[in-house]
């Protein structure tokens, strides 16, 4: 049972535009979720993260969405770089489950100069 | 700063022997420290918790004597694969949290290959 799912494995998108990453939940308890970009061979990198009780925050470039009764959330990107190319993983965490994280699945995105 | 380390990152070994993995927090006090892995093409999977100090919580089926975590201080954790076989080839991502914050830091990945 996947709590935390991506269900777009890939996105492709042009130099300067905006790329929108998505990403669902099943658990209506979760307290916060975080955005990791991640390249082959290496640890994710923490990008941005949203409470629960948000539902936008914005940093630099990148803006996370949270919309808690479609249990939906997104990065925006803009304008993507092609160094944004990476795997980009949602998680979502509990506070009382020792901060525990469920991850996504992953989103490939590729950014075409 | 939340600088993570992992050391080795890169290890091969036989098959029947037993290998240690150190993940330290650089800047900072961890008072948490999770130890995943990745299969290839796969998402992180979380395979135990780890608290200073005592014994670390592992998710189901993770097996503990297999994969043994010590969190002997603030700043570093080990994992170290007993007896490994090829199937637990893998890559190994620890992370970490400081107190009462919520964002978990990783470090850069060792990956295992067992011949």
């Known amino acids: 049972d996947q709590q935390v799912k991506q269900n777009s494995p890939s996105l492709s998108v042009q130099e300067g535009r905006i790329s929108i990453l998505n990403c669902d939940y099943t658990?209506?308890?979760?307290?916060?979720f975080l955005w990791y970009k991640k390249y082959p061979a290496e640890g994710p990198t923490f990008l941005i993260s949203i409470s629960s009780i948000k539902d936008k925050n914005e940093d630099g470039r990148f803006t996370v969405f949270l919309n808690k009764s479609a249990k939906h959330l997104s990065l925006h990107i803009v304008p993507s770089q092609p160094g944004d190319s990476a795997v980009y993983f949602c998680?979502?965490?509990?506070?009382?489950?020792?901060?525990?994280?469920?991850f996504g699945s992953g989103t490939r995105l590729l950014v075409r100069p | 700063g939340a600088v993570v380390s992992q050391h080795p990152s890169w290890v091969i070994c036989k098959s029947g022997t037993s290998v240690k993995i150190e993940c330290r927090s650089l800047d900072f006090q961890a008072t948490t420290m999770f130890w995943y892995r990745q299969f290839p093409k796969q998402s992180l999977m979380l395979m135990a918790t780890s608290n200073e100090g005592s014994k670390a919580t592992y998710e189901q089926g993770v097996e503990k004597d297999k994969f043994l975590i010590n969190h002997a201080s603030l700043t570093l954790s080990t994992l170290t694969v007993t007896s490994a076989h090829p199937e637990d080839s893998s890559f190994y991502i620890c992370?970490?949290?400081?107190?009462?914050?919520?964002?978990?830091?990783f470090g850069p990945g060792t990956r295992l290959l067992v011949l």
């Open positions: 992370s970490a949290i400081k107190g009462g914050r919520e964002t978990q830091y």
């Open positions: 998680a979502a965490g509990l506070r009382d489950s020792s901060y525990k994280l469920i």
């Open positions: 658990n209506s308890m979760f307290d916060y």
